[in-house]
């Protein structure tokens, strides 16, 4: 079967956005353009205006100034159901009391769709996110993974030309999440369409997307290939949201520094000394914090092996270096 459902450019932009509630900025005058038919993940805080962006794409709620363009057509203007965007819900929003074939099939019904026609496409939807053998149970009787694999097909089902996940993992185990996340990146792949995906996650944008945004305060603090993003932040947030780096003062400015990048030494052959704070066993590695002069926090990452050949403990003195290349210095 063929699963492409793209069948027209799919090139979104936001062009200056922004959302107001009364006084309160949500989101301040945002500029992006999506890479056609990629996974991108808007990642930032709770509160930091990515659930509102994507609420605006989708049609949810109007913007305040700006305009919101897909294919070169701007959408801003049009009903969420006119905008050749689909949307799933946090919380899957399925119908209790229908079968899972004709929640699929739903929005097919409210369209005019016969019977036979829309109960054929939403078969093959099922079987895009292999649930054919579960079409006739009912929500309460399947599994949040399932549920979540319904509330997918039930939104493909429209043939968008963008499909807009609002924290769709969160409410998963971790177990499950990180088999869906698979399922997620794959089901993108094959179907040749563009994934807006908001998440708090860093992990979870990591491992899903090509291009991460990152939001802050109402802003884009800083938007990229997932790599990019990660090895190269920019600001001090980023570096910090992001997670794995660490923001020490030096006499030049500020530096991002990967916390695996960092080793450890005796204390008088290091470019630092320190001071052990805290370990932290985390399987295949240890995370090894301490203090240095200014009261600055240092984390190393370290191989469990690594480590456990000459062990460290809370107090003890040691020595920290790291090779200047990388040493990423912050603008902000």
């Not at 001071?275 to 240092?298: A, F, M, N, P």
Request: proline letters at 5%; charged letters at 20%; glycine letters at 8%.
């Amino acid at each position: 079967m063929n699963t492409a459902i793209n069948t027209v450019a799919n090139d979104l932009e936001l062009v200056s956005v922004s959302k107001h509630y009364g006084a309160t900025v949500a989101v301040d005058s945002i500029d992006y353009r999506f890479r056609p038919d990629s996974y991108t993940c808007l990642l930032g805080p709770s509160g930091c205006g990515k659930s509102s962006t994507l609420r605006m794409i989708a049609g949810h709620e109007s913007v305040s100034k700006g305009a919101i363009f897909l294919g070169g057509c701007d959408i801003s203007i049009l009903l969420p159901a006119q905008r050749g965007t689909a949307m799933m819900f946090q919380n899957y929003a399925l119908f209790p009391h229908l079968s899972v074939l004709d929640n699929v099939a739903f929005s097919l019904k409210m369209k005019g769709v016969d019977l036979r026609t829309r109960q054929a496409k939403a078969y093959e939807m099922l079987e895009l996110v292999d649930l054919t053998a579960l079409i006739e149970r009912m929500p309460e009787q399947l599994s949040g993974g399932q549920q979540q694999r319904v509330a997918l097909a039930r939104a493909l089902i429209t043939r968008p030309q963008v499909l807009l996940l609002d924290e769709p993992l969160s409410a998963l185990d971790p177990f499950l999440r990180i088999r869906m996340r698979g399922e997620l990146r794959k089901l993108q792949k094959e179907l040749g369409i563009s994934f807006v995906h908001v998440t708090h996650g860093q992990d979870e944008a990591l491992a899903l997307a090509d291009d991460i945004i990152v939001m802050n305060n109402a802003v884009i603090e800083q938007a990229g290939p997932a790599r990019d993003v990660f090895n190269t932040p920019k600001t001090r947030f980023v570096a910090q949201f992001m997670g794995g780096h660490n923001v020490i003062a030096l006499p030049q400015g500020h530096f991002a520094i990967r916390t695996d990048a960092v080793s450890i030494s005796p204390p008088d052959k290091g470019v630092i000394e320190a001071y052990v704070t805290s370990v932290e066993y985390q399987g295949t590695h240890v995370s090894l914090t301490t203090r240095i002069t200014g009261d600055q926090e240092v984390t190393a990452l370290l191989p469990d092996t690594a480590f456990y050949s000459n062990p460290h403990h809370p107090g003890d003195r040691i020595g920290l270096h790291w090779d200047a290349k990388n040493q990423h210095q912050l603008t902000a």
